[in-house]
Nanobody, 125 residues
Framework: QVQLVESGGGLVQPGGSLRLSCAAS????????MAWFRQAPGNEREFVAV????????QYADSVKDRFTISKDNGRSMVYLQMNSLKPEDTAVYYC??????????????????WGQGTQVTVSS
């Protein structure tokens, strides 16, 4: 497993932007797909975005496509989620996750075995 620590959450007005960061430590980060999930109160955790370990492919939930961008910096062991045009329905705790390594991209949380503690994002006027 890798250790993951998220940061960058906060309160933002509708239409605003935030960038979440996820710092990773531990072995084989460079061969792991990295994803962001989120969980709103009363809801199940849901997939947001994933980047393939080769940095050649990304996939997004329909609800965030064209607004959010995931990126992975293998040299710095960092993953980012740039969130633009934020909506109140984006309010949730956002989690960074890493899979077991050398896998195709997956969108189910059961396919990830390393998780951060989460960072709160609140979109409200």
């Amino acid at each position: 497993q890798v250790q993951l620590v998220e940061s960058g959450g906060g309160l933002v007005q509708p239409g605003g932007s935030l960038r979440l960061s996820c710092a990773a430590s531990g072995p084989t980060f460079t061969t792991r797909n990295m994803a962001w999930f989120r969980q709103a109160p009363g809801n199940e955790r849901e997939f947001v975005a994933v980047v393939h370990w080769t940095n050649t492919h990304t996939q997004y939930a329909d609800s965030v496509k064209d607004r959010f961008t995931i990126s992975k910096d293998n040299g710095r062991s960092m993953v980012y989620l740039q969130m633009n045009s934020l909506k109140p329905e984006d309010t949730a705790v956002y989690y960074c996750a890493a899979d077991r390594g050398l896998q195709p991209v997956k969108t189910h949380d059961g396919d990830y075995d390393s998780w951060g503690q989460g960072t709160q994002v609140t979109v409200s006027s």
